[in-house]
């Protein structure tokens, strides 16, 4: 089972709103990434989290705020977002020092 | 400075043949190759992976293959189907880092 799930698939926030993504694994994995994934190009590291504790912060504004409540959950937190913040927020796992990362279905984020 | 480079935005194939992407790197530290294909508006899937003690690796109708010396690699798919038509992003590490996308290729498959 390589099933990273992430939710919500699709959200629509405006710019006052604050808002929470979720990823989920449970394949015993102690590194989780956040990416951002705009159309058409590659996806961005945001935050990596090794054993529940962050490890590399990809110099991202302070609007995004992640949290690694335990090892199968993570969590990006929203606020006072931009409308050039709509992009695909991608979740991944791995291994932790395994190379392979496996990518949750994103969720679609709109900020109006 | 792009470390990983997909130099054909897109490909196209026709169905039952072979494709062939390709992807280089500069950074001779890249010990570890994977790609990734991906539809729109999902995650990408990890299809396949080499390390650089290798030079092909094979999964079913998928093989890479690395060129060390010239800091090059390929993923043949064979045959190529429908289904196939993503993006495909090939992806490096060094150590176990963090990993170091090139920017896709559109591989379209036509019946």
């Known amino acids: 089972d390589t099933e990273v799930t992430q939710t919500p698939k699709h959200l629509v926030m405006g710019m006052t709103n604050k808002k929470s993504l979720k990823c989920e694994q449970h394949?015993?994995?102690?590194?989780m990434y956040w990416y951002k994934q705009k159309a058409k190009k590659p996806p961005e590291l945001m935050f990596v989290?090794?054993?529940?504790?962050?490890?590399i912060n990809e110099s991202v504004p302070s609007r995004f705020s992640p949290e690694c409540p335990n090892s199968s959950l993570l969590n990006l937190h929203l606020h006072a977002l931009q409308p050039e913040d709509s992009a695909l927020y991608l979740c991944?796992?791995?291994?932790?020092?395994?190379?392979?990362?496996?990518f949750g279905p994103g969720t679609r984020l709109l900020v109006l | 400075d792009q470390q990983v480079k997909q130099n054909s935005p897109s490909l196209s194939v026709q169905e039952g043949r072979i494709s062939i992407l390709n992807c280089d790197y500069t950074?001779?530290?890249?010990?570890?190759f994977l790609w990734y294909k991906k539809y729109p508006a999902e995650g990408p899937t990890f299809l396949i992976s080499?390390?650089?003690?290798?030079d092909k690796n094979e999964d079913g109708r998928f093989t890479v293959f690395l060129n060390k010396s010239a800091k090059h690699l390929s993923l043949h798919i064979v045959p190529s189907q429908p289904g196939d038509s993503a993006v495909y992003f090939c992806?490096?590490?060094?150590?176990?880092?963090?990993?170091?996308f090139g920017e896709g290729t559109q591989l379209t498959v036509n019946p």
């Open positions: 991944a796992s791995s291994q932790v020092r395994a190379e392979t990362q496996y």
């Open positions: 394949m015993g994995h102690r590194a």
């Open positions: 989290y090794s054993y529940e504790k962050l490890s």
């Open positions: 950074n001779s530290m890249f010990d570890y």
């Open positions: 080499i390390s650089s003690i290798k």
């Open positions: 992806a490096a590490s060094a150590s176990g880092s963090r990993l170091t």
